[in-house]
Structures are given as C-alpha cells and as structure tokens.
C-alpha cells in the first residue's frame, strides 16, 4: 500500500520560510506524481504544486509561483515543499498524495483532485502578519 506522510509545518511570520517533507513508501515505481495540497475549513481545497517524479517536471499554482519550490528525491521517497516569503494567506494544513494509480501531473493534478486517493497526515502551518 502507499502511505504518505507530511512534516515540517510550524508558525512563521509573514516572510518567512519553512520547509516540508512528504516521506512515501509502497510505490512500485518513479511514475507516481506527488501533489501538495491545502486545506482551510470552509473553503475548497487548494492545489499548491505538483511534480513528476519520473523527469522532475513541476507545476504550482499562480498564488505561490516564485515563493514555493517542489522538489523530489526518489532515492529517498521523499517529496519536499520549500516555501519561501510566506503570506497570512498561507496559513492552512498542508497535505502531500498521490493518484491512486501512477500518473503524471498533467493527467491527475487539476480539481476536484479525485485521482489523488493517498493521501497522508497534513501538517499545519501557520503565518502570522
């Protein structure tokens, strides 16, 4: 089975950076896209980036392009997020998953996200102004 799981959410001010990690296992093979996602009650949730772990292709959303960077090292199954100047409207649970079978970014990654069926334990991270 694939299991995800998020780390590396914290309090930061409005600026600042934080790193996460998404440390997966049970994949078959490097064809798994892995996607980052928010969530804040009452709104939709939020695609923040996504990358091809096959060729290391990446796509964000508008809102965070030039602050957040996706990054994969497969030897190590994990998924980073590096998030950079960060904003109050930032704040959210960040949750790292993958398509329930292996699949690009381009083919999966678009809302309502009901490819991505593993998903692993967020991590909160929150920005103060």
């Known amino acids: 089975d694939v299991q995800l799981q998020a780390s590396g959410g914290g309090l930061v001010q409005a600026g600042g950076s934080l790193r996460l990690s998404c440390a997966a296992s049970g994949f078959t093979s490097d064809d798994y896209s892995i996607g980052w996602f928010r969530e804040v009650p009452g709104k939709e949730r939020e695609g923040v980036a996504c990358?091809?772990?096959?060729?290391?292709?990446?796509f964000y959303r508008d809102s965070v392009k030039g602050r957040f960077t996706i990054s994969s090292d497969n030897a190590k199954n994990t998924v980073y997020l590096q998030l950079n100047s960060l904003k109050p409207e930032d704040t959210a649970v960040y949750h790292c998953a993958a398509p329930y079978t292996p699949g690009s970014c381009a083919g999966n990654w678009f809302p309502p996200w009901a490819s991505y069926q593993h998903w692993g334990q967020g991590t909160q991270v929150t920005v103060s102004s």
């Open positions: 990358i091809d772990r096959s060729d290391g292709m990446t």
